[in-house]
C-alpha cells in the first residue's frame, strides 16, 4: 500500500538541503513525500558550549521525539551529530555516498602559523587536535549553523576557523580563502547523511534502503564502533577515519586529552570480510595503552 513519507529534518539551510536531496532521490524512485521542518534545541541554544548542553543527541533528539509520536515517518541528519545508541525503536535505515570527511581552516586573511593566532571552534575534537600541533595559539567557542559560523568569523578579530568541508560545499558557500588540515582527524562519520526510521515501518524501510551505499556504510560503522566503545556516553576528542582501499580497509582513530598535549593512536589495515568487531577492536587497544585512565580524566573534566 502506497503511503506518504514524511521526512523530519532541522530547519537550517544545510539539514535542509540534506533532506531535499533524500526528497528528490525517494521521489524519483516513484515514492509520495513532504519535508517537515522542526527546531532542535542545538539550534535554540547558542550561547553555550555543545560539551556543556550534553553533546549527546543535542541535534537529534527533536527528530527522535518527532518519528516516535508519529509526526514524522523518517529523519535525515549528519551522521556525525547522531548518537551511537539510537533510541529503542528507531533504526539505521541508509547511509548515503559518503561527501568529503576533510576539516579545513577558513581564514579571515594571511596570517602565520609560528606566530600567536585566535583560531574558532565548538568542536573539542578540532580544538584539542589544533592545540596539539599549535599550542601557542588561543582558541575560542564558535556555535550556530554554517552560514552563522562564517559570518562570526567575518565578524570578529580571528585569524581562522575549523569547518567540515561537506557542509559548505553542499550549500555553496565553500570561501577561497581555505586550507586543507589533512593532518586532523575527523569526526566519526564526518561527510555521511544518515537516514533513521522506525524499526517497525516496512515500507519506509524498504524505500530508503535503496538509498544505502555499502562502503560508506561499512566504513561509517567501524568509525562509530570505535567512538562508542572509547566513549561510553561522555564527550571526548575522538577523530576516527576509515577508508576500502581494493579489498582492503584502512582505518586511523585518536584519542586526545582535553589540552591536547597527549595524543594516543592507532593505525591497522583489515580485509574487508572481517570489518564486523573492527573499530570496537581498535578502540580496546587504545583503552589498552592508556585510554582508560585518559577517558577517566576527561570525564572528570567535563563533569
Not at 533504526?91 to 585566535?118: C, H, M, W, Y
Not at 589544533?130 to 585569524?159: A, C, E, F, I
Amino acid at each position: 500500500m502506497k503511503k506518504l513519507i514524511r521526512i523530519g529534518t532541522r530547519d537550517s539551510e544545510l539539514a535542509l538541503w540534506q533532506a531535499n536531496t533524500v526528497q528528490k532521490k525517494l521521489q524519483n524512485l516513484g515514492y509520495d513525500t513532504e519535508l517537515v521542518p522542526v527546531k532542535s534545541t542545538g539550534d535554540l541554544i547558542l550561547d553555550k558550549p555543545l560539551y556543556e548542553l550534553g553533546i549527546t543527541g543535542i541535534f537529534t533528539k527533536t527528530l527522535d521525539v518527532a518519528m516516535i509520536n508519529g509526526t514524522v515517518d523518517i529523519a535525515v541528519h549528519s551522521m556525525k551529530d547522531v548518537p551511537t545508541l539510537l533510541p529503542k525503536g528507531i533504526i539505521q535505515a541508509a547511509v548515503l555516498k559518503r561527501a568529503s570527511s576533510e576539516d579545513i581552516l577558513v581564514t579571515n586573511g594571511p596570517f602565520e602559523v609560528e606566530k600567536n593566532a585566535t583560531i574558532a571552534t565548538g568542536s573539542l575534537r578540532r580544538r584539542a587536535q589544533w592545540l596539539h600541533r599549535y599550542p601557542h595559539h588561543s582558541l575560542v567557542d564558535l556555535r550556530g549553523n554554517v552560514n552563522t559560523r562564517l559570518q562570526k568569523l567575518k565578524d570578529n578579530n580571528w585569524q581562522g576557523a575549523i569547518f567540515a568541508k561537506a557542509g559548505l560545499q553542499r550549500i555553496d558557500v565553500l570561501p577561497e580563502n581555505h586550507t586543507s588540515l589533512d593532518w586532523m582527524v575527523p569526526a566519526p562519520a564526518q561527510g555521511a547523511m544518515v537516514i533513521v526510521s522506525m524499526k517497525n515501518d516496512d515500507y519506509c524501510k524498504e524505500a530508503t534502503s535503496n538509498l544505502n551505499d555499502f562502503d560508506s556504510e561499512v566504513c561509517t560503522q567501524i568509525e562509530r564502533d570505535f567512538l562508542r566503545t572509547l566513549e561510553g556516553g561522555c564527550t571526548a576528542p575522538i577523530g576516527a577515519l576509515a577508508e576500502i582501499i581494493d579489498d582492503e580497509i584502512r582505518f586511523k582513530g585518536v584519542l586526545f586529552s582535553l589540552d591536547g598535549q597527549t595524543k594516543l593512536e592507532i593505525e591497522k589495515v583489515v580485509q574487508i570480510d572481517n570489518y564486523k568487531d573492527f573499530g570496537a577492536e581498535c578502540a580496546q587497544s587504545i583503552l589498552n595503552n592508556g585510554g582508560k585512565e585518559m577517558m577517566r580524566l576527561i570525564k572528570l573534566e567535563t563533569k
